[in-house]
Nanobody, 126 residues
Framework: QVRLVESGGGLVQAGGSLRLSCAASGRTFSSYDMGWFRQAPGNDREFIAVVSWSGGSTYYADSVKGRFTISRNNARNAVYLQMNSLKPDDTAVYYC???????????????????WGQGTQVTVSS
């Protein structure tokens, strides 16, 4: 199994930026599309962005489109999420995971990793 560790979260003021990282260990995850997901208190976990296995294609939820950028470095076994123009509504725990889907519908594919990682907390103050 691949083990994923998210990092880079923190407390930031509205309008600020953060860059999240997701590091994989155990084995390569370069054959998987990789996604970022988030869960705010009291809410279900939601998909926000995905990058194809090659890094050539990306897709974003409407809530983050134009503000967030997902990327990956397969040589480093890492996935990143650059978050700009942050809003208080972006406050959540952020997770990375392999993803499955297409078009408008994406979901986490947890079999390669067994379970969600610990995530990284992002808090945006107004």
């Amino acid at each position: 199994q691949v083990r994923l560790v998210e990092s880079g979260g923190g407390l930031v003021q509205a309008g600020g930026s953060l860059r999240l990282s997701c590091a994989a260990s155990g084995r390569t995850f370069s054959s998987y599309d990789m996604g970022w997901f988030r869960q705010a208190p009291g809410n279900d976990r939601e998909f926000i962005a995905v990058v194809s296995w090659s890094g050539g294609s990306t897709y974003y939820a409407d809530s983050v489109k134009g503000r967030f950028t997902i990327s990956r470095n397969n040589a480093r076994n890492a996935v990143y999420l650059q978050m700009n123009s942050l809003k208080p509504d972006d406050t959540a725990v952020y997770y990375c995971a392999p993803a499955r889907g297409s078009g408008l519908s994406w979901s986490a594919h947890l079999i390669p990793i067994g379970s969600w990682g610990q995530g990284t907390q992002v808090t945006v103050s107004s």
